[in-house]
Nanobody
Framework: QVQLVESGGGLVQAGGSLRLSCAAS????????MGWYRQAPGKQRELVTS???????NYADSVKGRFTISRDNAKNTVFLQMNSLKPDDTGVYFC???????????WGQGTQVTVSS
């Protein structure tokens, strides 16, 4: 069982930056792909970015060059650095941990990001 707690969301003007954090209650160093998803009002949840235990990353086209995922395995924490934010980035951001052996997904409670124009 892994519990995930996100923090760092808030209100920011377009062009600004935010850094989200996701603290896990158990070790995520080897067995989990960590990811960030977001859900805008009236839309489906979508993958923003993910990182494997080996450090391989992938990003949604809409955030490439602006967002960066990183992980500190020693602290069981994942980060999402978001730069050059746009109003379309507004939504609830969820941290996800997917067990590479069972495929089971754990989710955080989400943190709101609002980008004003």
């Amino acid at each position: 069982q892994v519990q995930l707690v996100e923090s760092g969301g808030g209100l920011v003007q377009a062009g600004g930056s935010l850094r989200l954090s996701c603290a896990a209650s158990a070790s995520i160093s080897r067995s989990y792909v960590m990811g960030w998803y977001r859900q805008a009002p009236g839309k489906q949840r979508e993958l923003v970015t993910s990182m494997s235990s080996g450090g391989s990353t992938n990003y949604a086209d809409s955030v490439k060059g602006r967002f960066t995922i990183s992980r500190d395995n020693a602290k069981n924490t994942v980060f999402l650095q978001m730069n050059s934010l746009k109003p379309d980035d507004t939504g609830v951001y969820f941290c996800n941990a997917r067990n590479i052996y069972s495929g089971y997904n754990y989710w955080g409670q989400g943190t709101q990001v609002t980008v004003s124009s």
